[in-house]
């Protein structure tokens, strides 16, 4: 098992997992906000702002603060950027560290990176639906990664946790659960796409009846919580990391659909739906912590040792005496005889 002792060092990594999480969350929250202010062309051209200036000018189609907020999300980027940066050299800071996790890390540079480009495209076609749904989805991909590093890092010093055993039926029914959010996810971007929030008046909407997609989306989010429920009441007596995430997420989920048949019985107000995608954000945040944390050993074991527990052998003990393969192997012993011939005449025949 790879650990690292509790330290600056590892405080620090703790802090700037944290804040990855923070930030992956915050421009999701920060973009909800562009889209109800009917910001979203705000700057109506990509990279620069608009055909005449990199930064924020008078328009005439928007308002100065409509255009403030959107080129402020984008600047919001570059905090994103930072902090995943920052973790990713706190990681190599603090090596060894399993080749998994370091993949995962390198996902959120990437990912920001990437996530640029996509919002790019999202102003080049004027917010159309399919771009903007593709935007919001990646990321929550990040957000998983961000959610999932964080995990790893804080636990790794912290045996009560690492040696949990966890039911493979429980780790079935928390990938469940996060395959069910997924899908909720998708099904609430469709629904954002056929109603009014289209972040600009001129925003092309998907042509669906909003009521039948609202009901779908209601459907998924009725399924997600009676997987909820069933985590919670198998984990109940569980390791207490596993559930005290099981409750946390149902009372997301519970607090989350609140909030949505709200909005819809007061016909989508725009706080509401801002306040809907912070909930969003916390369930599939949530949702994620319980996935990782149903696989305790997730991210800690080493490359060799996890090949080797896939192939259904053991641990190896971590006795330092057992290192040495004529030791650890009774059949591989070698008997020499002894040199004083009078210890051999006293042994018994």
Not at 51 to 66: L, N
Not at 202 to 208: N, T, V
Not at 233 to 258: D, I, N, S
Not at 282 to 291: E, F, G, I
Request: contains cysteine.
């Amino acid at each position: 098992m790879i650990s690292l002792q509790e330290s600056p060092e590892r405080r620090r990594l703790r802090r700037f997992a944290l804040a990855a999480v923070l930030t992956n969350a915050g421009i999701v929250v920060t973009g909800g906000t562009v889209r109800i202010t009917g910001s979203g062309l705000g700057c109506p051209t990509w990279p620069s702002c608009t055909d005449e200036s990199f930064v924020p000018r008078a328009d005439s189609e928007h308002a100065g603060w409509q255009m403030a907020i959107e080129y402020g999300n984008r600047l919001l980027t570059f905090v994103v950027l930072a902090a995943v940066v920052l973790l990713v050299w706190q990681l190599y800071r603090t090596r060894p560290h399993p080749k998994g996790l370091m993949r995962v890390a390198w996902m959120l540079p990437i990912g920001v990176i990437g996530q640029a480009l996509v919002g790019g495209v999202v102003v080049l076609t004027g917010l159309s639906p399919y771009t903007v749904m593709t935007h919001f989805l990646l990321s929550m991909v990040l957000l998983f990664a961000a959610v999932a590093v964080h995990e790893i890092v804080r636990r790794a010093p912290r045996p009560d946790i690492t040696s949990a055993t966890v039911p493979s039926a429980v780790q079935h029914l928390t990938t469940a659960i996060v395959a069910v959010a997924f899908l909720v996810l998708i099904a609430g971007t469709i629904t954002t796409g056929a109603g009014p929030h289209g972040g600009d008046a001129s925003a092309p909407r998907l042509p669906l009846d909003i009521r039948m997609a609202a009901l779908a989306h209601a459907d998924m989010v009725w399924l997600l919580l009676g997987l909820t429920v069933a985590l919670v009441v198998v984990t109940w007596r569980g390791p207490r990391h596993l559930a005290v995430a099981a409750r946390a997420l149902l009372v997301f989920e519970l607090l989350q659909g609140a909030i949505g048949y709200t909005q819809y019985a007061l016909g989508v107000p725009e706080a509401l739906v801002v306040v809907h995608v912070l909930g969003a954000v916390l369930v599939w945040s949530a949702a994620s912590a319980v996935w990782i944390r149903a696989r305790p050993r997730l991210g800690l074991v080493s490359d060799g040792d996890e090949e080797h527990r896939s192939q259904g052998g053991q641990d190896p003990p971590d006795d330092a005496s057992t290192s040495d393969p004529a030791a650890a192997s009774p059949s591989r012993r070698t008997t020499h005889p002894p040199d004083d011939p009078t210890t051999e005449a006293a042994a018994p025949r």
